[in-house]
């Protein structure tokens, strides 16, 4: 058991850790931004971005990996889309990527859709002029 549990007053969720779950630390969370949906986006150092499905059956949560794409190096920041179809990433390997999420479980691909000189720490998409900034 816990030595010394302290109480969960803010309902705090902790993905369960297990062989599909971030190797290192985890960089970004973004909960889809489209309601009545239950998608949440991580992206960590492991040069993953991961897509779960939460589930809330009143009493607890459960979340279960949907699908990933890689980078090839340490993820630093994600984005939603603003339809929730998928989003953007940007990270240590100098490229932004464009995820279009595929009716399919496991590995993905993503679109290189920018290239910096230096590692990207940060993506956002800005729908109302059709621009993504990183």
């Not at 949560?61 to 890689?70: D, E, M, P, R, V």
């Not at 190096?73 to 595929?102: I, R, Y």
């Not at 009716?103 to 993504?132: E, F, K, M, T």
Request: proline share 4%.
């Amino acid at each position: 058991g816990m030595m010394g549990s302290v109480a969960n007053t803010n309902n705090d969720y902790e993905i369960p850790r297990d062989q599909n779950s971030p190797q290192d630390t985890i960089s970004c969370v973004q909960w889809s931004p489209v309601n009545n949906t239950s998608l949440l986006l991580a992206s960590s150092w492991d040069s993953k971005v991961r897509c779960y499905n939460v589930q809330d059956n009143g009493s607890n949560l459960s979340a279960t990996l949907n699908a990933f794409i890689a980078h090839q190096g340490p993820v630093l920041d994600c984005h939603w889309k603003q339809d929730g179809t998928g989003c953007f990433s940007a990270g240590c390997d100098k490229m932004v990527k464009m995820w279009n999420f595929e009716n399919s479980q496991g590995q993905q691909n993503a679109q290189d859709v920018g290239r910096h000189d230096a590692p990207v720490r940060a993506v956002r998409w800005i729908p109302q002029r059709n621009l993504l900034v990183s």
